[in-house]
């Protein structure tokens, strides 16, 4: 062949015409994923209303707080208020935390307790209001009739379903037609809405809200389910918060003093700390001060994946989803993903009015989350 001074692509008819070379794969750039729901996993069973329930408990509680601005001589202030007089009982052993006095409970009125100061040979040491009290427990006179019966009240929570849906539509003639990088355009399509709308699920089961008037849904209100971060009110703790460790930068003491307020009022077994990635990197900066490295190393390694404390071992999921100024820590346990009975995602045909196919996948889904103080979170972290 002569040459003729001309790029291949711009040959023309002159040369034999060049079959296209495209690879059979397609990529794509936006993110799809959803760690959290794959560190979930699939539930074990579905849920059978638009509004599914659960039911919850909890012990009678062993902890209570003064709530009394006027105090005297330790030795002799045998009287002051408590929060929840409810709680207590004559015959309890109760000590303010932090302190190593002991008090015995004589008499409850109302929230008013009567105690005997400097029980079992303990010095008597000053009260402030708001301090904890621990009940350490009750101690029965010999041949005494059975005590006032006590007990709890089961909860009744729930949480609505959603429907996610998405439409897709091919013409005849693209159904027809050869296409590049895939066999099926209406299949493509489908699993192109697919992606975005488990995208969409995980998004709302960490941020999303119900209506504050009728969350059942109706004509005019659509219906939509509570997230993780609105369920949780008990251990929520922003930075700035008394007592809560000080500084906007996450760190190993805010970590681990979420880790133990969840302990200190749940039995929950926390095993996520779900974050976003400027906080995940904040986390893999942990082991900035412990990192060492031999003569012949080559790889640098900067990554934690498993959070192992005294309460403990978590393993670190980072989604795109997550508040980048806050950190989950949850127990996946109590925390599950339902699809309404026959409403996991699905493609349902629809009848066509001219020369195309089309359809919706729907799904309609809802969040279970169980005791919510189980679960923590902290806000107002520094994001830069």
Avoid at 53 to 80: Q, S, Y
Avoid at 130 to 146: F, K, P, T
Avoid at 264 to 283: C, H, P, T, W, Y
Wanted: with cysteine.
């Amino acid at each position: 062949m002569s040459f003729t001074g001309k790029a291949t692509y711009s040959a023309g008819t002159t040369l034999p015409e060049l079959a296209e070379d495209v690879s059979d794969l397609i990529g794509i750039v936006s993110p799809y994923e959803t760690p959290l729901l794959d560190a979930l996993g699939d539930p074990m069973r579905e849920a059978r209303s638009t509004y599914h329930e659960w039911l919850e408990d909890a012990l009678l509680p062993n902890r209570d707080a003064v709530d009394d601005g006027t105090f005297g001589d330790p030795a002799v202030d045998t009287e002051f208020g408590v929060k929840h007089g409810d709680r207590f009982r004559a015959g309890d052993q109760i000590q303010i935390e932090g302190s190593g006095e002991l008090m015995l409970v004589t008499a409850v009125d109302g929230d008013a307790l009567t105690v005997v100061r400097g029980y079992a040979g303990t010095t008597p040491e000053n009260l402030a209001n708001h301090q904890v009290i621990n009940i350490l427990g009750n101690a029965s006179l010999e041949g005494a009739d059975r005590p006032a019966v006590r007990f709890t009240n089961r909860a009744r929570c729930g949480n609505y379903t959603q429907i996610f849906t998405a439409a897709v539509e091919v013409s005849g003639t693209d159904m027809a037609a050869t296409q590049l990088g895939l066999a099926d355009e209406l299949d493509y399509q489908k699993q192109e809405r697919l992606r975005e709308l488990i995208r969409d699920l995980e998004n709302s089961v960490i941020n999303g809200g119900r209506p504050a008037s009728n969350p059942q849904g109706g004509p005019a209100v659509r219906r939509s389910m509570k997230g993780i971060i609105q369920h949780l009110t008990t251990n929520v703790f922003t930075t700035g918060d008394s007592g809560f460790p000080t500084g906007n930068d996450l760190d190993e003491e805010m970590i681990n003093y979420t880790l133990r307020r969840i302990w200190e009022v749940s039995n929950g077994k926390v095993d996520l700390i779900v974050v976003g990635g400027f906080q995940k990197r904040a986390i893999n900066g942990f082991l900035a001060g412990n990192r060492s490295y031999g003569a012949n190393d080559s790889t640098f390694t900067n990554l934690v994946s498993l959070y192992e404390s005294d309460f403990g071992v978590c393993r670190i999921v980072t989604t795109r989803w997550m508040p980048q100024d806050a950190v989950l820590m949850l127990d996946s346990s109590r925390v599950s993903v339902l699809p309404l009975a026959g409403r996991s995602f699905h493609f349902k045909p629809l009848a066509s009015t001219g020369d195309y196919e089309c359809g919706e996948l729907i799904g309609e889904y809802t969040l279970e989350l169980k005791n919510e103080a189980a679960h923590g979170l902290i806000r107002g972290l520094s994001t830069s």
